[in-house]
């Protein structure tokens, strides 16, 4: 689904846990070191991913989407063939 396909809401729910993303990406610390983020503020980043994941699957089965639709490359191998049928061919009695 492109961007233009989705809603505003969709469109920001996604832009919203991109970013927060980052910013725990970039507070991270190396192992080992003090984490700059209380605990508070840990569980509170946690939640607003799951709040965000429970909006997004609320709104793609609104719109009758399935929720684990996952991504594929066309060069990916598949794990089914297709099979061609043919009709058998009639007896001449």
């Given at each position: 689904m492109t961007d233009r396909e989705l809603s505003k809401e969709?469109?920001?729910?996604?832009?919203?846990?991109?970013v927060?993303?980052?910013?725990?990406?970039d507070a991270t610390p190396a192992p080992g070191t003090p984490h700059p983020l209380s605990e508070s503020t840990i569980h509170d980043i946690r939640d607003l991913f799951g709040l965000i994941a429970e909006r997004e699957a609320e709104l793609a089965a609104e719109a009758?989407?399935?929720?684990?639709?996952?991504p594929y490359y066309?060069?990916?191998?598949?794990?089914?063939?297709?099979?061609?049928?043919?009709?058998?061919?009639?007896?001449?009695?």
């Open positions: 969709q469109r920001i729910l996604r832009v919203l846990r991109k927060l993303a980052n910013i725990v990406k009758g989407l399935e929720i684990n639709e996952k066309t060069d990916q191998p598949r794990n089914s063939a297709p099979v061609t049928l043919h009709k058998p061919k009639k007896k001449l009695n």
